[in-house]
């Protein structure tokens, strides 16, 4: 299966749209769950979505430009990536244009999916975010 080897190149496309991808959702571990929410709403919608699972940026780094650029087109410029720690690295990947979810700041301590919540790191959020992308 294609997404069992590109597990191994650090980031890869998880589900897309029928259709050239018009917004990219980014996401790793339990957030890949809610940009997958969000994406299905969108598509719903008619919007055309591409979700990246991303399980590590320096592997990833590692492919070939073609590889990156086949699960990242620089053409889709409407990102948003899910990260419920280090939101400030995603930015390399969802460019001046995307947005991220996730929490900006550190030292809150409690049950991640309260932590969630307090953050608004949620599917809606992710769904939010990307219709706002210009």
């Not at 650090?10 to 994406?39: F, N």
Request: charged share 30%; with cysteine.
């Amino acid at each position: 299966d294609k997404q069992v080897q590109d597990i191994n190149k650090g980031g890869y496309v998880i589900w897309e749209s029928k259709g050239k991808p018009e917004i990219i959702l980014i996401g790793t571990g339990s957030e890949l769950d809610l940009a997958m929410q969000a994406a299905k709403r969108l598509d719903k919608e008619g919007k055309k979505v591409r979700v990246v699972s991303m399980p590590s940026c320096e592997v990833f780094e590692s492919q070939d430009d073609a590889y990156r650029e086949n699960v990242l087109p620089s053409s889709v410029r409407k990102r948003v990536a899910v990260e419920a720690a280090w939101t400030d690295y995603w930015f390399k990947y969802v460019g001046l244009d995307g947005k991220i979810i996730g929490m900006h700041s550190f030292g809150a301590s409690a049950p991640a999916d309260k932590l969630y919540e307090h953050f608004n790191i949620t599917a809606d959020a992710v769904y939010d975010a990307a219709l706002s992308l210009k």
